[in-house]
């Protein structure tokens, strides 16, 4: 099983601010990795895949970095509406997700 | 427009069998992808339970083999879950889901169903 690690699991900012969550797989698992945004109730959203490349429909101030073991979402400027859970995801081996990283108001 | 609905029976008993279908609109599963349920207990993270293509073939998640079986029905556009034996602990949001690709077993997904609840109780 390939675990993934995401740090920090809640984190307080403001609107505006440059957000970065980390995910760390167990193992290398290339560039098979994925991001998502979920809001409660809500099915997750993809963001991110192929640990770099942005989903269709979404803002450019998300983006993605890392390969192997060590993965970043970066926000560049917190909006609203950014206020949510984020999850990686790791499809190289079988799939599993991260623990989640909850981004709260400051 | 890819739409996909999750429906079921949202309690069962324990040791008894959860079931849960998920109807796709707007895409013939015939046409490929490997079709996807994932769960999520309540304030918990993402689980992936397992994947199937139009020819039936089915990937587990290990952790749930030996009580999942995942099946698919072209001639009515639909999958399905069947989970053995379940426990409280298998109370969770399930989704479907249709991963980016179109050919992968692993992938991102992109396309979500909106998730039904089910809760294991006596």
């Known amino acids: 099983d390939i675990q993934m690690t995401q740090s920090p699991s809640t984190l307080s900012a403001s609107v505006g601010d440059r957000v970065t969550i980390t995910c760390r797989a167990s193992q290398r698992i290339s560039s098979g990795l994925a991001w998502y945004q979920q809001k409660p109730g809500k099915a997750p959203n993809l963001l991110i895949y192929?640990?770099?490349i942005l989903q269709s429909g979404v803002p450019s101030r998300f983006s993605g970095s890392g390969s192997g073991t060590e993965f970043t979402l970066t926000i560049s400027s917190l909006q609203p509406d950014d206020f949510a859970t984020y999850y990686c995801?790791?499809?190289?081996?079988?799939?599993?997700f991260g623990q989640g990283t909850k981004v709260e108001i400051k | 427009q890819l739409q996909l609905q999750e429906s079921g029976p949202g309690l069962v008993k324990p040791s008894e069998t959860l079931s849960l279908t998920c109807a796709v609109s707007?895409?013939?599963?015939?046409?490929?992808?490997?079709w996807v349920w994932i769960r999520q207990p309540p304030g918990k993270g993402l689980e992936w339970i397992g994947s199937?293509?139009?020819?039936?073939?089915?990937y587990y998640n290990p952790s749930l083999r030996s009580r999942l079986t995942i099946s698919v029905d072209t001639s009515n556009n639909q999958f399905s879950l069947k989970l053995s034996s379940v426990t409280a602990a298998d109370t969770a949001v399930y989704y479907c889901a249709r991963p980016i690709g179109p050919a992968a077993i692993y992938d991102a997904f992109d396309m979500w169903g909106q998730g039904t609840m089910v809760t294991v109780s006596s």
């Open positions: 995801q790791q499809y190289n081996s079988y799939s599993t």
């Open positions: 199937v293509y139009r020819s039936g073939s089915a």
């Open positions: 192929k640990a770099s």
């Open positions: 707007g895409y013939s599963i015939s046409s490929g992808y490997y």
